[in-house]
């Protein structure tokens, strides 16, 4: 069984700075692509920003400059720090991972989405 659990969401104020964590456990050999992803109400679920094993990153345009991933491979977990946040950045944000597990399957696994509000 693997999980992950996010961290770091709350209320920020529009200029503001927010650094979410996502954490994954369970029976995992490997983790390939780690990536954030956002949803707001009434919208598509959409990504932020990825980040290989190897550590090559991509980014939405929307957060180009404003937002870094990054991962600590030995503690299973992904970070996304988020600068100069804007109200249009509220969402729940889910982390999502491509994992080996022990088994030998290879998956998509969802965190359970954190929010992210930021007032204007």
């Known amino acids: 069984q693997v999980r992950l659990v996010e961290s770091g969401g709350g209320l920020v104020q529009a200029g503001g700075s927010l650094r979410l964590s996502c954490a994954a456990s369970g029976s995992i050999f490997s983790i390939d692509v780690m990536g954030w992803y956002r949803q707001a109400p009434g919208n598509q679920r959409e990504l932020v920003a990825s980040i290989t094993h190897n550590g090559i990153t991509d980014y939405a345009d929307s957060v180009k400059g404003r937002c870094a991933i990054s991962r600590d491979n030995a503690k299973k977990t992904v970070y996304l720090q988020m600068n100069s946040l804007k109200p249009e950045d509220t969402s729940v944000y889910y982390c999502?991972?491509?994992?080996?597990?022990?088994?030998?399957?290879?998956?998509?696994?969802w965190g359970q989405g954190t929010q992210v509000t930021v007032s204007s």
């Open positions: 999502h991972a491509q994992i080996y597990t022990d088994y030998g399957s290879r998956e998509g696994y």
